[in-house]
């Protein structure tokens, strides 16, 4: 089946493909809201009704929380799974949106034309490239080229929290040779990028504990064992000068990066002055001798996100506080055991305590980072097709967040997943007056088109 009438057909049906995904976003299917159930169960049924106009059998499955949306077409093999998510984020404040977030407009911009509205670019706007590009093929050959299940989540924006057990219940059902995600972006906006490597997320929150009061320190200052100096001595030790973490074993199933990706992320030539200039930065933090991204993509990290203790209001109280807090995250990379990591850190931090300290944990999440096999065929032929399509070389990335749903795949239905998306750096999501450019909806659909048909030549 030959695919440049594909793309043809994507060309003169964009208008309409636009009007489609318009109408999809008029839906406030606001996840995390139980105001907005009821618009989730109308996001879903109008997904099953634009499946089954492409003569896809599709359904809205009800879980505890929103439905899912499942559709099967049959055909020759590969077998691919597609994952979106039509839930969104909630829109407040509202008042720094320039429009009405579920009356979504194509604006016209310096930089092109635009689709302005509350998931426009997460993740309906990304979700229906695929189906787009199904669409299209369909069209055009009387048939998808392959057999696909389609799989639509409601609750991506509100942790998941039914994903797993229904993938468990349906594995049968779900299962395929390899799963594609569209959730992620291009590399710095311009470049296609399949994401290989996500890394994984361990939180702590610490509580020391010294004087059971809160003391005077003019009547107890100097004598008295204080929690925030002992707190931050400790966590003061976390890195040390070349920024390398303390914590012992912590490095225990770190990978080193092979040289074919340090390649070709060298190749992607990241402007990471940019990158901190944007936030008022301008020198690399992290370990000593990795580049900027190794340091967001393929090394573990450990950070302070907050602390606190004493006094901390306005105008000054000489308080000489009984208690100290923290929380403190990691970033996991390769096989690092997030529950040996979690044990280590508290043995760690129990061990420096001196006389008179007590120490409480709290935990909070803990998921092992997860690294995409490539050596499936899909993956090159889908880098090779995205190079085309963008005109420039693909990569394979990494990518410094938490996308569980990849590591789900592989857990519960034992197959990878390739993420692919076509959302840029300023897009906005979760923010007021979150867009998604025209340009990255007919290409993210032309991309797919391509996708479909280098996979199952
Ligand atoms: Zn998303």
Redesign the pocket.
């Known amino acids: 089946m030959s695919l440049d009438p594909v793309l043809s057909r994507i060309d003169s049906e964009l208008p309409q493909a636009t009007g489609r995904l318009l109408e999809l976003l008029r839906i406030p299917s606001i996840s995390t809201d139980p105001a907005y159930k009821g618009k989730c169960q109308t996001a879903a049924d109008w997904l099953v009704a634009d499946l089954a106009s492409i003569g896809i059998e599709a359904s809205k499955r009800q879980t505890p929380g929103h439905p899912m949306v499942v559709g099967h077409v049959d055909g020759p093999g590969p077998h691919l799974l597609f994952y979106g998510?039509y839930d969104v984020q909630p829109v407040d404040p509202l008042e720094l949106w320039d429009n009405d977030p579920f009356d979504p407009q194509i604006e016209e911009t310096p930089a092109g034309k635009v689709i302005r509205g509350r998931g426009s670019s997460?993740?309906k706007g990304?979700l229906m490239t695929f189906v787009e590009a199904c669409r299209a093929w369909k069209a055009v050959h009387g048939a998808l080229p392959c057999r696909i299940t389609f799989f639509f989540e409601g609750e991506?924006?509100s942790g998941s929290p039914s994903l797993v057990p229904f993938m468990k219940e349906n594995a049968e059902e779900l299962k395929a040779d390899i799963a594609l995600i569209c959730?992620t972006g291009l590399f710095q906006s311009r470049t296609p990028a399949i994401i290989t490597m996500l890394r994984g997320l361990l939180g702590e929150q610490i509580t020391i504990t010294g004087p059971d009061k809160d003391l005077h320190s003019g009547m107890y200052g100097g004598v008295a064992r204080n929690p925030v100096r002992v707190l931050t001595r400790i966590l003061g030790g976390l890195h040390d000068d070349s920024g390398v973490v303390q914590v012992p074993g912590f490095y225990d199933g770190v990978p080193d990066l092979p040289a074919d990706i340090a390649e070709q992320w060298s190749a992607l030539d990241f402007d990471w002055q940019r990158f901190l200039g944007d936030v008022g930065l301008s020198v690399p933090a992290g370990e000593a001798g990795r580049t900027p991204l190794e340091m967001i993509w393929s090394r573990p990290t450990a950070e302070i996100n907050g602390i606190w203790g004493g006094y901390t209001g306005d105008g000054f109280k000489t308080v000489l506080p009984s208690r100290a807090s923290a929380k403190v995250s990691f970033r996991l990379v390769g096989q690092q055991d997030p529950h040996a990591l979690r044990d280590s850190f508290r043995a760690w931090v129990t061990a420096q305590l001196p006389e008179d300290c007590t120490v409480d944990f709290h935990a909070h999440g803990a998921s092992p980072a997860s690294e995409m096999s490539t050596t499936h065929p899909a993956f090159e032929a889908a880098r090779v097709a995205l190079s085309e399509e963008w005109d420039t070389d693909a990569a394979y990335a990494g990518c410094g967040g938490s996308i569980p749903i990849a590591g789900y795949f592989k857990t519960y239905l034992d197959m990878d997943a390739m993420l692919v998306g076509w959302a840029k750096d300023d897009d906005q999501?979760h923010s007021p007056n979150e867009k998604y450019d025209l340009e990255s909806f007919h290409k993210g659909i032309r991309s797919w088109a391509r996708i479909l048909d280098a996979v199952t030549k």
């Open positions: 998510h997460d993740d990304q991506e924006e959730d999501i």
